[in-house]
């Protein structure tokens, strides 16, 4: 298993940037798959990108193409998502995830076995 904290969130007003950080911890972080997800107050956590072992294979919710960006550093053992043109509805707490298994490209909570704690992001409109 590993150990993820993320950090980067913050109050943002629509249109701008953020960039989320997840620090990972832990043995062969570069064997897992990572992942994005996000939960609204009152909703269920929804899936934001996931990204390959390699880098090469990224998957995004339709509500993000085209303005988020997951990446990772297998070096630093970090994972980024680079949010621009923010809405007001992409206000939640956005946590962090890997998983083991390749599966977890498909962005389903269940194949992701760690979680970091969350952190917040608010846009204001």
């Known amino acids: 298993q590993v150990q993820l904290v993320e950090s980067g969130g913050g109050l943002v007003q629509a249109g701008g940037s953020l960039r989320l950080s997840c620090a990972a911890s832990?043995?062969?972080?570069?064997?897992?798959?990572m992942g994005w997800f996000r939960q609204a107050p009152g909703k269920e956590r929804d899936f934001v990108a996931t990204?390959?072992?390699?880098?090469?294979?990224?998957y995004y919710a339709d509500s993000v193409k085209g303005r988020f960006t997951i990446s990772r550093d297998n070096v630093k053992n970090m994972v980024y998502l680079q949010m621009n043109s923010l809405k007001p509805e992409d206000t939640a707490v956005y946590y962090c995830a890997a998983s083991q298994s390749i599966n977890g490209l498909r962005g389903r909570g269940p194949d992701f076995g760690s979680w970091g704690q969350g952190t917040q992001v608010t846009v204001s409109s």
């Open positions: 832990g043995r062969a972080f570069s064997n897992y798959t």
């Open positions: 990204i390959s072992w390699s880098g090469s294979i990224t």
